[in-house]
């Protein structure tokens, strides 16, 4: 069964920086993109980061971008999120995402109907 958990969520102050982690288990991603989602309070769940399986490659959203950096350790079948100079408006649960398949060309993987597999969240919340 395959799992995803997340862990390194909490309270912060506006500036300061978190680290999240997000574990797999119950198969290999070696070769799978990974992404990392997030969803405020009231609104969808938007897309934040991702990474291909080598992490040669990473692509974000722009509100996050410059702030945060996706990586992965593949010996360890962990995915992470480290987030810099969060604001207000980075509060949300934060999700780490797979993909059914290892790489498909055709697919958006901004979009969260590209993944199949979710980990439970994590809840991050940076006071201003």
């Known amino acids: 069964q395959v799992q995803l958990v997340e862990a390194g969520g909490g309270l912060v102050q506006a500036g300061g920086s978190l680290r999240l982690s997000c574990a797999a288990s119950?198969?290999?991603?070696?070769?799978?993109?990974m992404g990392w989602f997030r969803q405020a309070p009231g609104k969808e769940r938007e897309f934040a980061a991702v990474?291909?399986?080598?992490?040669?490659?990473?692509y974000y959203a722009d509100s996050v971008k410059g702030r945060f950096t996706i990586s992965r350790d593949n010996a360890e079948n962990t995915v992470y999120l480290q987030m810099n100079s969060l604001k207000p408006e980075d509060t949300a649960v934060y999700y780490c995402a797979a993909p059914a398949n290892p790489w498909n060309p055709w697919s958006d993987y901004r979009q969260s109907q590209t993944y199949r597999y979710w980990g439970q969240g994590t809840q991050v919340t940076v006071s201003s």
């Open positions: 990474i291909t399986w080598n992490g040669g490659t990473t």
């Open positions: 119950g198969r290999t991603f070696v070769r799978y993109v």
